[in-house]
């Protein structure tokens, strides 16, 4: 098995007063402490709306509880009870506990009154703290929903129909972070939703992907009102565009682009995928003119097409899928098609995560602001198990998950040194 290595027990003497400068320690045992502390003190600005005499335990408390139980395996509320009775000792260190040690109800009870807005944008400032993003490019930022399936219930002759968690996220490729999440009743209500979620976090400079279902030409008008960016895919939601864009992207054309163009540009790659071999055959071009409604969509300056030709081994002629985009970027392929293949980041990056490494849709709480709520503390604790990733030699982050489990309090400070280091 792949062994962490042993930067924590090597550092160096700038090292320790770079670490002991950045969190205003004396020693640097006490740098788990320090970082707890700081992100207690922005968990102290959460507005609480409960009736002050009648509070036995501390916003703060019980949100460091979860977050550190999650981080350190637990995925469910009796797990985050447990793991303070275990660790109670410890948490006394910089928590009150004021009222012992809360049960499982008091958990889900407290987290569902927490205004979800102001919580994620505390944990966001406490990543950015410890952000490892140097790039100067472009952030490509994607859009998606999920779904959190234990959440639902069917219709019984005693239960009406409860529907399951449906969340709208924004994924960061840069910091490697959800920035942004909101609630939405279903799939449909994504489409409303973009606006909201848009003016939560910086388009400016960036640039944002979504589905097809989400290609209006308001919320387009929107990316470009807050001067971003987008690379978006038209399907049959838009059907006369689409249709417009299969005849314009005939063989004849591709073919063009592809011997070069002046106002085109052409970039394939391959990819091997089992006994598949795919091929991906990118096309953008600024030839927009001929379109009359170009005008509907703001910002509109290039289109696009993915030719994905499967090769199964079989069959001589392969199966080929066409994908149509349109975008405000100017014509620079490799952009182009980075942005089209990062936004399958939001799935394979977060939702993923949440599904494999949390166990997200074994929770079958119908609450649904308390479960939002849990949702907005395992995406702070992929970010942090991101960072640290690399100390762990890159091995799963279920695995480091119950790696950190086995000793908790000294694998949080090697944690907090090598988050404090890079």
């Known amino acids: 098995m792949a062994r962490p290595s042993k930067k924590r027990f090597d550092l160096n003497t700038r090292q320790i007063n770079f670490i002991k400068s950045k969190l205003g320690i ?11 502390k700081l992100l207690k003190e922005k968990l102290k600005d959460l507005n609480d709306v409960r009736i002050k005499k009648k509070t036995k335990f501390k916003l703060w408390d019980i949100i460091i509880c979860t977050v550190l139980a999650v981080l350190f395996g637990a995925n469910s509320w009796e797990d985050i009870h447990d793991f303070a009775e275990e660790h109670y000792e410890f948490l006394r260190k910089f928590l009150l506990m004021t009222g012992g040690i809360p049960c499982k109800e008091t958990y889900e009870r407290v987290l569902s009154i927490i205004d979800s807005k102001e919580l994620e944008d505390i944990f966001n400032d406490f990543l950015m703290i410890f952000s490892i ?15 959190t399936r234990g959440s639902s219930r069917n219709e019984t002759a005693f239960n009406k129909k409860i529907k399951p968690l449906n969340v709208l996220n924004v994924y960061s490729n840069n910091y490697g972070i959800c920035l942004a999440s909101e609630m939405i009743d279903n799939k449909t209500n994504e489409i409303t939703a973009i606006p909201n979620i848009l003016k ?20 387009i008008e929107m990316v470009i009102d807050l001067k971003g960016d987008y690379v978006v895919p038209i399907k049959g939601n838009q059907k006369n565009f689409c249709n417009d864009l299969k005849e314009y992207f005939d063989e ?4 063009c682009i592809k011997a070069g163009r002046n106002d085109s540009e052409y970039l394939s790659y391959n990819e091997k995928r089992g006994s598949n071999t795919i091929i991906y055959e990118y096309y953008q071009t600024d030839d927009i003119k001929w379109y009359e409604e170009k005008d509907k969509w703001k910002g509109l300056k290039t289109i696009g097409a993915v030719k994905k030709s499967i090769y199964d081994g079989i069959h001589k002629k392969p199966r080929v899928e066409m994908r149509y985009y349109i975008s405000s970027l100017k014509v620079s392929i490799n952009l182009f098609s980075k942005a089209i293949r990062n936004h399958w980041s939001v799935e394979n990056k977060l939702h993923w995560h949440l599904d494999f490494t949390f166990k997200q849709d074994e929770n079958t709480t119908t609450n649904k ?7 907005l503390i395992n995406k702070f604790c992929l970010g942090l198990l991101n960072r640290v990733k690399p100390y762990y030699n890159n091995i799963s982050l279920r695995r480091i998950r119950k790696i950190i489990s086995y000793n908790f309090e000294k694998s949080l400070v090697n944690m907090m040194c090598y988050l404090a280091l890079n």
Do not use: C, H, P
Not at 133 to 147: A, F, H
């Open 200 to 219: 939560r976090f910086n388009v400016k400079g960036n640039i944002i992907t979504w589905d097809a279902l989400n290609t209006q030409t308001k919320n």
């Open 133 to 147: 993003n140097k790039s100067l490019e472009k952030d490509i930022m994607d859009i998606d929903g999920r779904v």
């Open 369 to 375: 602001k308390a479960l939002f709520n849990l949702e």
């Open 26 to 36: 004396s020693k640097i045992e006490d740098v788990d402490v320090a970082a707890m």
């Open 252 to 255: 004849k054309t591709l073919e």
